[in-house]
């Protein structure tokens, strides 16, 4: 069992950034590899970005490749989300999942344990 939860979230205005974080508990979080997903208003929840297990391996939607990076420390059972260059499109709840798997991981139903979100707001 893993449980998340994320942090981080907040308004800003179109250009800045903000960087998120997930922290996991347990003592396998370094066994899971990690993805942040997002779901807009009246939107699907869809992939942002994913990391291995050991953080050797990401994967980026098209629309923040360039923008967000994902990164992890398994020693402090986290993994982060650097946005930056935000747009208002980029309004969104943001969860964080974990996954045992090593392939799909751009696919929502690849992963096992789910964060309850935080909340991003971008002006413009």
């Known amino acids: 069992q893993v449980q998340l939860v994320e942090s981080g979230g907040g308004l800003v205005q179109a250009g800045g950034s903000l960087r998120l974080s997930c922290a996991a508990s347990?003592?396998?979080?370094?066994?899971?590899?990690m993805g942040w997903f997002r779901q807009g208003p009246g939107k699907e929840r869809e992939f942002v970005a994913a990391i291995s297990w050991s953080g050797g391996n990401t994967w980026y939607s098209d629309s923040v490749k360039g923008r967000f990076t994902i990164a992890r420390d398994n020693a402090k059972n986290t993994v982060y989300l650097q946005m930056n260059s935000l747009k208002p499109e980029d309004t969104a709840v943001y969860y964080c999942a974990a996954s045992l798997r090593i392939a799909g991981l751009t696919t929502r139903g690849e992963y096992d344990y789910w964060g309850q979100g935080t909340q991003v707001a971008v002006s413009s």
């Open positions: 347990g003592r396998t979080f370094s066994k899971y590899a």
